[in-house]
């Protein structure tokens, strides 16, 4: 009598992360369904793995530091070979070899998880670059390997757009972050426009004044002109991977114009992209997608 084949724990791995992709990235989730299918596995694995050391600081237990230490701990076990229990860091450890990407930014990405266990304000950008360097920049570092580049100048624009999105994901969350004490937009800024956390706290209760929607646009300008430094790079990602990346810097910007829509609300609401404009925003990305699939079958036209 037949049935389902189990899957080895590695493929069960990647099918985990793969899950945690889709329920808390859709975002991620739908740009990356324009990559070749045997590239999706490693970057799920990547999401997987943010995703399990964000809840670590942003749902903490009793001990958040000592759990931190502990992911890092089974992190570098995993990548040396050990034995580990956790799918997640199973699937990671298997990506890391596969493509070759520099274990220290791991470290990086986990320092600056470290930082939100303590730090709840950022006195100026500064500040704050060295926060989403670390939290996002290099998460666009160690995807470069799995999309694959046609020049080393890739790597400074994708660390840039990590960070676009990283400044995007600030915005959109200003009120959920406030909840949980923290306030990602830097006091100097704020400050140019009468704006503390004492205000934003007030535009949580009540309501955003003009102050507040000012000082929201104001970041909301500096988060395009973040894109705009990062999408030159696109151009030198392999032509496979291009509309992926296209379509999820696409599909961000849009959270963007949410904001603006909404008259820059980001106390009250947070700002979705719904379902029927991320699916008109995809459908070029796709039509890319087969051409360059297309492409690379055929191979290169005689004399090109």
Wanted: proline letters at 7%.
């Amino acid at each position: 009598m037949g049935g389902v084949r189990a899957l080895n724990p590695l493929d069960a791995a990647y099918a985990g992360s793969k899950r945690i992709n889709a329920q808390y990235g859709r975002t991620y989730f739908l740009a990356t369904r324009l990559l070749p299918p045997e590239r999706r596995p490693a970057v799920h694995a990547l999401y997987g793995f943010a995703r399990v050391a964000d809840e670590v600081v942003d749902n903490p237990g009793p001990d958040p530091a000592g759990d931190l230490l502990a992911l890092e701990g089974a992190l570098k076990s995993a990548f040396d070979g050990g034995p580990t229990e956790n799918p997640v860091l199973l699937a990671l450890a298997d990506t890391v070899h596969r493509y070759s990407i520099d274990r220290d930014l791991f470290s990086m990405f986990l320092q600056s998880m470290r930082m939100d266990l303590t730090v709840t304000d950022y006195a100026d950008m500064d500040e704050l670059a060295r926060y989403t360097h670390g939290s996002a920049g290099v998460i666009g570092l160690m995807l470069l390997p799995v999309l694959g580049t046609v020049s080393p100048e890739a790597a400074p624009h994708a660390a840039a757009l990590g960070e676009a999105f990283q400044l995007t994901n600030f915005l959109r969350d200003v009120g959920e972050d406030l909840d949980r004490g923290r306030v990602y937009l830097p006091a100097d800024h704020l400050a140019a426009f009468g704006v503390d956390r004492d205000r934003l706290t007030f535009a949580r209760a009540h309501g955003p004044d003009r102050a507040v929607r000012q000082a929201v646009a104001h970041f909301a300008a500096v988060a395009r002109a973040r894109y705009r430094e990062a999408e030159p790079g696109i151009g030198l990602l392999d032509p496979v991977s291009r509309p992926c990346v296209a379509t999820a810097a696409r599909l961000y910007r849009a959270i963007l114009d949410e904001i603006a829509e909404a008259g820059y609300d980001v106390v009250t609401r947070r700002a979705v992209v719904p379902t029927g404009r991320r699916a008109a925003l995809a459908a070029p990305g796709i039509a890319r997608c087969v051409l360059a699939r297309v492409a690379r079958t055929r191979g290169p036209a005689p004399g090109a």
